[in-house]
């Protein structure tokens, strides 16, 4: 995750992982400086704010307070019949009406009181587990919703990082894969470098009683998600959610931060942009930024953050690179980059140019 630097690449506001690479064997040591596990205590709080709520693909504005606050989240399931793919309906379970759910953002240090509301309409109780909360079920046992009621707790962001939250009540993997999960953002105390665009992406999978494409009403199916074959692997809930209107935007010579999340249940994203190089990824959105990365792996109820400056003009192409997701289950979306052609780092007709 870049923060607000100086002179150093690195992060200077998280505990970056120290780790030396020994060739062949690959072999990762942690250095001395950078292993000691930290104390970590709750600051003074100053003040309260009510979260803002945003829908993917977008997420909420960078914090730019210099202090740890208490937060208001409010954040409501429900249950909504909607398409999945073109004449494809699905009952999605929800936070905050989309898939994923609602972006959070605090701040490290923060103190958070954390508001779920069940839908009077809901057919099933629901709670949700954080994986940015220090207690027990990261607050799935606080948070036991019955329809129509609310249940409150709350936590201090401890460790600043992007996590993964989903709904924990038995089945789990069944509530997860009807679409109950989202990301949440804890800014580093020092904030976040400026780029000038973010974007919220999040990979899960749906398992459904018909094929691929078969019209109509659908149905979960648990005999699929058992033997982990789910008929659609997609982006932000359906297919073609980022296509379209829907595709990410953005000018030659600007930077691009991606907040990517897959709420699984079951698979591993291999994510990748088809055209572009991530110039920084920050693998498991840990603190400690790998350089010109292809490829990189999300695992399931895991995140990562990717920034890259796009150069040139197109289409570039956001897929899972298990490439018949992308192909043929619908794991694939858009980023539409306007601007003047830059020839010598792209040309489509070589010929062109001349000496």
């Not at 709670?127 to 129509?148: Q, S």
């Not at 993964?164 to 989202?182: D, K, L, Q």
Request: aromatic fraction near 8%; hydrophobic fraction near 40%; charge should be negative.
């Amino acid at each position: 995750m870049s923060t607000k630097r100086h002179t150093s690449h690195i992060p200077k506001t998280l505990a970056s992982i120290g780790l030396i690479a020994v060739a062949a064997g690959a072999i990762l040591i942690p250095s001395t400086d950078d292993a000691t596990i930290p104390v970590r205590t709750a600051p003074e709080i100053r003040g309260l704010e009510a979260a803002v709520l945003v829908a993917p693909p977008h997420l909420p504005a960078p914090i730019t307070r210099d202090h740890a606050t208490k937060v208001i989240i409010n954040l409501e399931v429900v249950e909504t019949t909607r398409p999945i793919a073109d004449g494809v309906d699905y009952t999605f379970w929800t936070f905050g009406g989309t898939v994923p759910g609602n972006f959070l953002r605090v701040r490290e240090g923060d103190l958070v009181e954390f508001h779920l509301t069940n839908h009077e309409t809901s057919i099933a109780p629901h709670n949700i587990d954080l994986h940015a909360v220090t207690g027990p079920g990261g607050g799935a046992e606080a948070t036991f919703t019955l329809p129509g009621n609310e249940s409150v707790f709350s936590f201090t962001a401890m460790n600043p990082g992007l996590y993964v939250y989903h709904c924990a009540t038995a089945p789990i993997g069944m509530h997860v894969a009807n679409g109950m999960y989202g990301l949440i953002l804890v800014e580093p105390e020092g904030g976040l470098e400026p780029v000038d665009h973010e974007y919220y992406v999040m990979q899960g999978e749906f398992y459904t009683q018909g094929s691929v494409g078969e019209k109509g009403h659908q149905a979960f199916s648990y005999e699929k998600a058992l033997a982990e074959n789910p008929t659609y692997v997609v982006f932000n809930g359906a297919v073609g959610s980022l296509k379209g209107d829907g595709a990410l935007t953005a000018k030659t010579g600007e930077t691009i931060r991606l907040f990517v999340g897959n709420g699984g249940p079951n698979l591993v994203s291999s994510f990748h942009v088809i055209g572009e190089i991530f110039d920084n990824v920050y693998t498991e959105a840990g603190s400690a930024p790998t350089h010109n990365v292809q490829t990189t792996l999300v695992p399931a109820g895991g995140a990562t953050i990717a920034e890259f400056r796009v150069e040139v003009p197109g289409t570039f192409i956001m897929v899972d690179h298990s490439i018949f997701r992308a192909t043929d289950k619908g794991a694939l979306g858009l980023i539409t980059v306007t601007g003047d052609d830059r020839p010598l780092i792209f040309n489509a007709n070589a010929r062109l140019i001349t000496d």
